[in-house]
């Protein structure tokens, strides 16, 4: 599975839009990319996860650029409840979970 | 609703012990995961089912066993022979695509040695 490489924080206020990076440059053509959050003493919550194309749901959006070495979760109107840590994962068969990006939304 | 149960929520173990964690699921979902997390670290695999009656070896498998006799269920035993056993226990669920489909976790069980 390929390795990624995330900021270790971050922060946002809250009503404003989050972008988190997420690099990947050694991503192989099957392999996808999802992005989990886990709010501490939680399970982790999937979010959104795409291939090629870009993704968008009720909870954010994934832009994965043309050559899949990076991407970007987009929280667009992030609140006081977004803050969690954020995983960026390259999946073929089987998650492989870094440290992932600590977000903090401020009032 | 739908969703993953893990029981019980915290757990001690004295030493010496084998304990189990129960996992059960009403996904529907045909394969089930075992992760283990340590404080400030990521999720590390320990073992997979993609179907009843057989599993397979994760990252860490040493010291720990599962069973999948039935597909909503897939119980870990921590054995004796894991020597640091304390950490937070996930256990998660996906559809069999295993690239393509999301897996969907539990609210964990911690596990602490007295």
């Known amino acids: 599975d390929a390795k990624t490489t995330q900021p270790p924080s971050m922060d946002c206020a809250e009503g404003r839009a989050a972008n988190l990076p997420c690099n990947h440059s050694?991503?192989?053509?099957?392999?996808?990319v999802y992005w989990y959050r886990q709010i501490h003493s939680q399970g982790p919550q999937y979010i959104i996860h795409?291939?090629?194309n870009n993704e968008t749901n009720e909870m954010a959006s994934l832009i994965i650029t043309e050559d899949r070495k990076s991407s970007t979760l987009i929280l667009p109107h992030a609140t006081l409840r977004d803050t969690a840590v954020y995983y960026c994962?390259?999946?073929?068969?089987?998650?492989?979970f870094g440290k992932g990006t600590k977000l903090t939304v401020n009032p | 609703d739908g969703g993953i149960t893990q029981s019980p929520k915290y757990l001690f173990r004295k030493e010496g012990q084998n304990v189990t964690l129960s996992c059960e699921q009403n996904?529907?979902?045909?394969?089930m995961y075992w992760y283990r997390q340590d404080p400030g670290q990521g999720l590390r695999l320990i073992y997979y089912?993609?179907?009843?009656?057989?599993?397979q070896k994760g990252d860490i498998a040493e010291g720990y066993s599962v069973s999948r006799e039935k597909k909503e269920s897939f119980p870990l035993t921590v054995t004796s022979a894991q020597k640091n056993p304390t950490a937070f226990y996930l256990c998660?669920?996906?559809?069999?695509?295993?690239?393509?489909?999301?897996?969907?976790f539990g609210d964990g069980t911690r596990l602490s040695i007295l």
């Open positions: 998660a669920s996906s559809k069999i695509d295993l690239r393509a489909q999301p897996q969907h």
């Open positions: 050694t991503i192989s053509g099957n392999e996808y």
């Open positions: 795409g291939l090629k």
């Open positions: 994962i390259v999946k073929a068969e089987k998650l492989v």
């Open positions: 996904l529907n979902h045909d394969a």
């Open positions: 089912s993609q179907i009843v009656n057989d599993f």
